[in-house]
């Protein structure tokens, strides 16, 4: 414990310093024994989310890291202000046969996001072929991958990693970067750790890593968009929209400008986009006139973008080639069941 203790001051002293970052993912010591097992070293915390991004049907499995002697802040509303030194740890796989897990698993990329004194910084690792290793890739590129669906069918497609300064595109607000996921609705919920199944709050708190933390039955409720046990139709759509679209749509967000905020907190109808008009008209309107329009889904320019692969069309516009199927599915319900408003 002492040596993994050492080796994460070593690493926070770094970020302190702000030091040039590491050529390859191996030289931060997140992982033990073979790299691509991404077995987490002990003070490497795993956390998932109640309802993560889309990127075109890739897994990911999700890590944290804070200093030692350091605690995060409970709030129930926004993403946790994390202590500098932080760093958050975002691997993309896709699963040779999502049918079959054990058949194994191609890691596409790591990245790494990392709060300096000055903010936050993002660091995109992408993996070697051999999947020995991952290496610091500021330009990004595309990756042809192959798998197996969930229904059998075999599936090739385009997988595109950003470039360093497509982060900001999706990260910022008020021009920082800030993480996306990690909130108290989103944290809220189980996991293993090791065997043993608690809530993921409670775990943070039992390692002293967070402060603040109210009865479980005060927290926010940990909706999953697919799943009806966990939240109505409306909570699942928000839920979906506020991931996917409510980084960018928010004030302060890189889409403020549009007036379209679509975060699980906007209240307003017209700014939710209800019998909204765009901003700016042109192709990505599809010749409709509002974002949603209520009980016509195929009247409504949210779900136009949702559906298209067209790059200067499709929203989101990073971070996915193709449609997330099931969550178009859950929006058009959404907007069919919604009643018109007078």
Known sequence: LLCFAAT?????????REKPPAEKLSEYGLFTGKLAD????????PYTLNTPLFTDYA???????????????????SVFDFPAGTVLVKN???????RDPARGREIIETRLLVREEKGWKALPYVWNMEQTEAYLDVAGETRQVK?????????QHAYFIPNMNQCKGCHNRYE??????????????????????????????SRGMISGIPDREQLPAGVKWDDPLTGSL??????????NCGHCHQPGGPASTSGLYLTVHEKDPLRLGIGKAPVAAGRGSGN???????????????????ESTDPGVMMPELGRSLAHAEGVALIRQWIREMKPTN
Not at 8 to 16: E, P, Q
Not at 59 to 77: H, Q
């Open 288 to 306: 409709l006139q509002v974002s949603i329009m209520p009980g016509q889904p195929d009247k409504s320019i949210l779900l136009y973008r949702m």
């Open 147 to 155: 798998y197996t669906d969930a229904a059998g069918k075999p599936r």
């Open 92 to 98: 993309f796989f896709y699963p040779k046969d999502f």
């Open 176 to 205: 920082a970067m800030a993480p996306i996921g990690p909130s108290a609705r989103q944290l809220n919920g189980d996991m293993n750790y090791g065997g043993k199944t608690m809530n993921q709050l409670a775990y943070w708190a």
């Open 59 to 77: 897994e990911k499995l999700r890590f944290l890291r804070i200093p030692p002697g350091t605690v995060i802040p409970y709030n129930d509303s």
């Open 8 to 16: 994460a001051m070593l690493l926070a002293s770094a970020i302190h």
């Open 234 to 243: 409306d909570q699942r759509a928000r839920a979906w929209l506020d991931i």
């Open 38 to 45: 991404l077995v987490p070293a002990a003070d490497l915390v």
